[in-house]
């Protein structure tokens, strides 16, 4: 399946001459041919980005018990990569689908975790991998209590999620950073934001 796509945005020095997809199976992967200019030359080059769509994530925090919510599940991508259980503990997070970022981001806690928070706070966005996949997310932060749990969360069960809800405090969270216990970027992103900005008034 071949798209040529010729186009030279106003903004960069850079013309698009030809987008490949190399596999369409569940996400999509592109070989993207174009041209550069760099101090007045032309250079040609293709470079590959795996597009899965954007996504977002959320860090859940309880000031009052001094508590966050993170998770824990399975990821493929680890497991073959030197992560022996493949298990991973995360912050919630989910791809936006046709959502926005902030309702993505109430669907998902609800499933997850079982939380349904009120308020919501975005912080920033980031891509997390710029080099090879497309992906920006979008950050957020929400205080939760006891009275906001719903269900018991655990992702969607067609999806095989199997989601286990942790909820922590925030001292070992951080902790678990330095032990390497936590190894999620994102979850590591979101930690360090409370730390930093003081969220949890500690
Ligand atoms: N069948 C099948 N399912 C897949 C495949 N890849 C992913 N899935 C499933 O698709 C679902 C996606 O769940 P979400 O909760 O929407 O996304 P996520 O995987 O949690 O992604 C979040 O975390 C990522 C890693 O940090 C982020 O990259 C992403 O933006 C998002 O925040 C999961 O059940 C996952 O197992 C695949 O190749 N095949
Ligand atoms: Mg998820």
Known sequence: MIKNNQ?????????????EILS???YILKKVTFEIEHKGITHKQNREAYDRGNGATILLYNKHAGNVVLT??????TYIN??????LVEACA??????????CIRRETEEETGFKVTHIEKIFEAYMSPGS????????????????KVTDGGGLIDEQENIEVLEIPFNSALAMIQTGEIK???TI???QYAALNNLMNL
């Open 7 to 19: 186009k030279r945005s106003k903004m960069s020095n850079v013309k698009i001459l030809d987008t």
């Open 24 to 26: 369409d199976n569940w």
């Open 72 to 77: 824990r599940q399975f990821r493929m991508p």
């Open 82 to 87: 030197g992560n022996t259980s493949g298990y």
């Open 94 to 103: 989910g791809l936006l689908d046709a959502d926005n970022p902030e309702d």
């Open 133 to 148: 996949v497309t992906e920006i997310l979008h950050f957020f932060v929400a205080e939760y209590n006891n009275e906001m």
């Open 184 to 186: 999620d970027a994102k």
């Open 189 to 191: 992103m979101l930690l």
